[in-house]
C-alpha cells in the first residue's frame, strides 16, 4: 500500500510517517513543518511571508495578511511553484489530510483546488480532524464545550480571535470544510475534541489516538527534595487561547506562598527538537487549560514521565474508560490550579502516581502498534 500524508499538526503526521515505514510501507509526508516547530517532511509546500523591520509597515502587512485569510485566495499565485509537486500526489491508495486546510497557510481557493485533484487522482481520501476548523470552531462558539478558548472572546481581545475566527467567517472555508467531509471515506478525530465537534455525522470514526514515542525504561518522577520544578511551555501568540496567563497566576501565587519548594522555568518559541530538550529535569509539565482533552504538548511531557496539567474532563476519561488520572484535569480556574499545584506540593507522593499513570496511559492508547491497528481497521472498512 501506497500513503500519502498532507498537512503536520505538531508531528502528528510526522510519529505516522515514522511508524508505517518502519512497518516496510511506501509513504510520502508533504506539510510545510508546521511553522516554527520545523519538523521534517519528505517535501516541504510553504507560504512565503513578507518579512521587514520597519515599524511603520509592519501593521499596514499584518492587517494585508489578515485581510487575504478572510479573502480565501491566500496564496492563490505562491501554489503555482509546486504545480509539479501536486501533480505528483496521485497513485495513492490513502490520502491523509491534516485539516481540511491541508495545505498550512494557503486559503480555501487553493485547498479546493488541489483536494478535487487529489479525489479525482487517488483511491482513498481521509481527514484527521486536528487543528482550527469550520465544525469545531462552531462547536465551541456555540457553547458545545463547558468552556473553550472562546470564552475570552470580546471587542478587547478580538484580534487574537481573527485567525480561529476566519474558518466560521472567511469567504469559502465553511464550503471548503463542509464539502470535504462529504467527499472522503471518513472523518477520524485525533483528539476527544474533535470526536464532539464532528460526531454529527456518520462517517465521523472513533478517536485514533496519536502515536507517540515512550521508552520502556522511563524512570518516573520522584521527589527526593525540593525544589519541585515546574515547567510551563508558553508559545507566544497563543496566551489567550491555551491560558497561559491563567496558569502563570496560580504558579506565582504558588511561589509567593512556597518560595523554597518550587522552581519556575518559563519556555516558548522553539523548534521541536530544541523544545523536547527543556524539561528533561521537570517534575510538573503545564499545558492548557481551555481544551476538553490533552493535546499532543501535554502527550510529550506524559511520555517523559511529568505531572502534566491539561485537559481531562470526566467526559474523556469516562470514553477512554480508564479508573486512573493520567493529567491533572485544569479548567481555567486559577484557583483551581493553585490548588491542584499546592496538593502537589505538600504531598509529593502524588508525583510518583501522576507519573505513573502517564506513562501507563501512553503506553496504552498512544503505542504505535494500537494506533496502527485502528487506523488500518478505518482505512480498510471505510
Keep these: 500500500m501506497k500513503f500519502l500524508l498532507l498537512g503536520e499538526y505538531s508531528g502528528v503526521h510526522n510519529n505516522l510517517h515514522k511508524a508505517l515505514k518502519d512497518n516496510n510501507y511506501e509513504v510520502f509526508l508533504i506539510s510545510s513543518g508546521d511553522s516554527y516547530k520545523s519538523f521534517s517532511s519528505d517535501i516541504y509546500i510553504k507560504y512565503e511571508y513578507k518579512k521587514t523591520k520597519n515599524k511603520l509597515i509592519r501593521k499596514p502587512l499584518a492587517l494585508y495578511y489578515t485581510i487575504l485569510a478572510f479573502s480565501g485566495f491566500k496564496g492563490a499565485m505562491q501554489i503555482f511553484k509546486y504545480v509539479d509537486v501536486i501533480k505528483k500526489m496521485k497513485d495513492y491508495d490513502i490520502v491523509q489530510l491534516i485539516n481540511p486546510i491541508f495545505l498550512t497557510d494557503f486559503g480555501p481557493v487553493v485547498n479546493f483546488i488541489v483536494f478535487l485533484y487529489l479525489k479525482k487522482n487517488n483511491k482513498k481520501i481521509f481527514l484527521c480532524a486536528l487543528g482550527d476548523d469550520f465544525y469545531w470552531v462552531s462547536y465551541c462558539l456555540k457553547k458545545g464545550f463547558s468552556y473553550s478558548m472562546f470564552d475570552r472572546l470580546s471587542l478587547k481581545t478580538l484580534k487574537y480571535y481573527l485567525g480561529p475566527l476566519s474558518y466560521v467567517y472567511g469567504f469559502l472555508n465553511p464550503f471548503l470544510n463542509k464539502y470535504i467531509v462529504k467527499n472522503v471515506n471518513a472523518v477520524i478525530p485525533g483528539l476527544y475534541d474533535y470526536y464532539a465537534s464532528y460526531n454529527q455525522f456518520s462517517k465521523c470514526t472513533s478517536i485514533v489516538p496519536i502515536i507517540i514515542k515512550t521508552e520502556d525504561d522511563l524512570q518516573l518522577s520522584s521527589i527526593q527534595s525540593y525544589p519541585i520544578k515546574i515547567f510551563h511551555g508558553w508559545q507566544k501568540g497563543k496566551e489567550t487561547r491555551k ?63 511529568k505531572v502534566v496539567f491539561s485537559g481531562f474532563e470526566p467526559c474523556v476519561k469516562e470514553y477512554y474508560d480508564i479508573d486512573y488520572d493520567p493529567v491533572v484535569n485544569s479548567p481555567p480556574d486559577a484557583n483551581q490550579i493553585f490548588e491542584n499545584l499546592e496538593r502537589l506540593i505538600l504531598d509529593t507522593s502524588l508525583i510518583a502516581r501522576y507519573s505513573a499513570s502517564a506513562k501507563i496511559f501512553i503506553k496504552e492508547f498512544h503505542n504505535s502498534d494500537y494506533v496502527l491497528n485502528k487506523y488500518f481497521k478505518i482505512w480498510r472498512d471505510c
Design 243 to 305: 491560558g497561559n496567563d491563567i496558569f502563570d497566576k496560580a504558579i506565582k501565587k504558588l511561589i509567593k506562598k512556597y518560595p523554597d519548594k518550587v522552581e519556575y522555568n518559563i519556555v516558548g518559541g522553539l523548534s521541536y527538537d530544541e523544545y523536547i530538550k527543556t524539561f528533561e529535569d521537570a517534575d510538573i509539565f503545564i499545558d492548557q487549560c481551555f481544551s476538553q482533552d490533552k493535546g499532543v504538548n501535554a502527550l510529550l511531557g506524559m511520555s517523559a514521565g
